[in-house]
C-alpha cells in the first residue's frame, strides 16, 4: 500500500484555491500525487513526503492545513 497523508484544509473558497494549494503540495520534496477536494476540504497526498513539509507548504501558500492521517 502507496503511503498517504490525510489533510484537513481550511480557507480554500474558489476553485482557483484547490489549483493554489493542489501546486504548492506537489513542489514538496517526494510528493507523487496530490488530491485536493473543495467541497469537503480534504487534500490527500500520495508519497513519502514529510507530513510537516506538507502543512508548512499549505500555510505558505495563505491557508491553514491540519493532519488528518
Ligand atoms: Mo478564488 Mo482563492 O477567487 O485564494 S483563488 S478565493
Same mark, same amino acid.
Given at each position: 500500500?502507496?503511503?498517504?497523508? &490525510? +489533510? ?9 484555491? =484547490? +489549483? @493554489?494549494? $493542489? @501546486?504548492? +503540495?506537489? /513542489?514538496?520534496? &517526494? =510528493? ?5 477536494? +473543495?467541497?469537503?476540504?480534504? /487534500? ?6 514529510? &507530513? ?6 499549505? $500555510?505558505?501558500?495563505?491557508? =491553514?492545513?491540519?493532519? =488528518?492521517?
Amino acid at each position: 500500500q502507496q503511503q498517504t497523508t &490525510q +489533510l484537513l484544509l481550511s480557507g480554500m473558497t474558489c476553485a482557483s484555491c =484547490v +489549483l @493554489k494549494v $493542489e @501546486k504548492a +503540495l506537489a /513542489a514538496v520534496p &517526494q =510528493v507523487e500525487k496530490v488530491n485536493v477536494n +473543495l467541497a469537503d476540504n480534504s /487534500a490527500i497526498i500520495y508519497g513519502t513526503a514529510s &507530513q510537516q513539509a506538507l502543512v508548512s507548504a499549505v $500555510e505558505q501558500a495563505g491557508y =491553514v492545513a491540519e493532519i =488528518v492521517a
